[in-house]
């Protein structure tokens, strides 16, 4: 079965460069989620999206945006990036928002901060 | 203090050996509970999906809930070399604002052959 698919699954930015992150859900899924996962960290929510509008807001960071387009992908922008921005980005993606929904998870993208 | 705690563990099994993996939480909107399997370097991977409280079962495993309290936990029968990894559980609200999901730390766990 088709799964949730991110890339790039590995990327290396020096400290204030910009990263753009990709997500394309599970066909017919139309919310996707944003997750940032560091060293040793459960994953902590960012960012949500259902039928292309921002749904709920986490812990994001005022550098970072993100949008959802009309083919329901997502990505995510990130500026004047930190060492501290060096984690695992997980999109994961459901059907609907009804009942908490099913969130399934793409392999992730390693992102590393020199 | 966290909303979810969980042990982090490690924990080390034998083979053929039953597992309890389990989690508490403070938050009383959550709704749906959810238990994920991460493997190293890897995307979560949804286990069991549970509304309210009750039990659910698939195959090895079993997914317990009992809100009043604020208690879940996870059993895998059985236990193979290949459950090896780390445990998260997840939760969630069913309102606006609530969809997204608050994990606890994860468990580690070991089956040795």
């Known amino acids: 079965a088709a799964g949730v698919i991110q890339s790039p699954r590995h990327l290396i930015k020096e400290k204030r460069e910009t990263a753009t992150l990709k997500c394309y859900p599970i066909?017919?899924?139309?919310?996707v989620y944003w997750y940032q996962q560091g060293p040793g960290q459960d994953p902590q929510f960012l960012i949500s999206?259902?039928?292309?509008?921002?749904?709920d807001k986490g812990s994001i960071p005022d550098r970072f945006s993100a949008q959802q387009f009309s083919d329901y992908h997502s990505e995510l922008n990130m500026s004047s990036l930190e060492l501290g921005d060096s984690a695992l980005y997980f999109c994961?993606?459901?059907?609907?928002?009804?009942?908490?929904?099913?969130?399934?998870f793409g392999p992730g993208t390693r992102l590393t901060v020199t | 203090q966290k909303e979810v705690e969980q042990d982090p563990g490690p924990l080390s099994v034998p083979e053929g050996a039953i597992v309890s993996l389990n989690c508490t939480y403070s938050?009383?909107?959550?709704?749906?509970f959810m238990w994920y399997r991460q493997y190293s370097r890897k995307g979560p991977e949804l286990l069991m999906y549970?509304?309210?409280?009750g039990n659910k079962e698939d195959g090895r495993f079993t997914a317990q809930v009992d809100k009043s309290s604020k208690y879940i936990s996870l059993f895998i029968r059985d236990s193979q070399p290949s459950d090896s990894a780390t445990y998260l559980c997840a939760m969630s609200g069913s309102g606006a604002g609530s969809y997204q999901l608050t994990f606890g730390k994860g468990t580690k766990l070991s089956v040795i052959p």
């Open positions: 066909p017919r899924h139309d919310t």
């Open positions: 994961a993606s459901s059907l609907g928002r009804a009942g908490g929904g099913e969130q399934y």
């Open positions: 938050n009383s909107a959550f709704q749906y």
């Open positions: 549970t509304y309210s409280s």
């Open positions: 999206f259902y039928e292309k509008m921002q749904s």
